[in-house]
């Protein structure tokens, strides 16, 4: 793992394809946490605030063969498999051109080979059946499951580690560690470490802590080729930090941890790395997302006849 003090340090811009992912994700997020607070989103909304850059820098390490399991906080999930804002929003809002014809909601997304649940510790045993078949009918594909720290707490999670090691899957598991289960900090729900419990099962495990997308993928290169060519099952503990609440307005953690997030934050840093060429991207998908609003919330409901 990186040394702490490479965490704070300012990364170089990404290409232009990554910033405009990133920022996709951002106001996309940031619109949600809007449109929620004007009373036009049901039900709840868990943003991925401060972590996008997570399944951005995995992005090019998944093929289209690969299967996404992704959780409850997994708008930037879908959104970097797919690019397909308009849809995810029409979703969440019920409108016409939905993904899952407004069913499935913010959490519960089914698209090709990506599925989302909120039931936290589902995905990683259903991932490794995935694993299970792909081993034996497409090798070289992999299962990737997204969980975060709170979900260690499943002993679900364990049944799916005993099972992949046992019979060497191909599954990476992508832990996105904010250091917060909920409300409730990491340090006084899990004993000992994720490190120590995937290697329980002989299951390797490799820490994360810095937010440079090129240095994430170079790291990472070499491992997936292992998931994918020898049939290892591979644990990626990110250290990241979640910039908003729970979901919509819970946030519960005091100021000082707030403060703390807000100074990982890949938004900020890439701002002052090239203040020029980041304010016109953030501009031109800060508009582009608001445009797609405008369009999706003016749709008619999404109507679905489970006969049809």
């Keep these: 793992m990186t040394e702490p003090s490479a965490v704070l340090a300012r990364p170089p811009l990404p290409d232009d394809g990554d910033l405009d992912l990133l920022l996709l994700i951002r106001h996309f997020e940031l619109a949600l946490l809007d449109l929620f607070g004007q009373g036009r989103i049901n039900g709840t909304t868990h943003t991925c605030l401060g972590q996008e850059y997570v399944p951005v820098a995995l992005r090019p390490l998944l093929g289209e063969m690969d299967f996404v399991f992704s959780n409850h906080r997994g708008h930037g999930h879908y959104l970097a498999r797919f690019e397909d804002p308009a849809g995810l929003l029409a979703e969440i809002l019920g409108r016409e051109g939905a993904v899952c014809r407004g069913v499935g909601g913010s959490q519960h997304i089914l698209r090709d080979r990506y599925m989302s649940t909120g039931v936290q510790g589902e995905s990683l045993p259903v991932a490794t059946g995935v694993a299970l078949h792909l081993k034996h009918t497409s090798p070289g594909a992999l299962a990737c499951v997204y969980i975060g720290d709170g979900t260690w707490g499943e002993g679900a999670v364990y049944e799916a580690l005993n099972i ?59 491992l997936l080729s292992e998931v994918r060519l020898e049939n290892r099952p591979l644990v990626v503990e990110f250290a990241t930090h979640r910039l908003g609440p729970h979901s919509k307005g819970d946030d519960t953690r005091p100021r000082e941890a707030v403060r703390d997030a807000e100074a990982h934050d890949w938004y900020r840093r890439y701002a002052e790395a090239d203040p020029g060429r980041f304010a016109r991207a953030d501009e031109a998908r800060r508009a582009h997302v608001a445009a797609i609003v405008q369009e999706v919330a003016a749709r008619p409901l999404s109507r679905w006849d489970p006969c049809a």
């Design 164 to 222: 992949a090691s046992l019979w060497r899957l191909p599954l990476l598991v992508v832990v996105e560690n904010n250091g917060i289960a909920q409300s409730t900090p990491t340090a006084r729900q899990m004993a000992g470490t994720i490190r120590a419990r995937a290697r329980a099962f002989g299951v390797r495990h490799h820490g994360i802590d810095t937010s440079d997308i090129d240095l994430i993928r170079d790291d990472l290169a070499p």
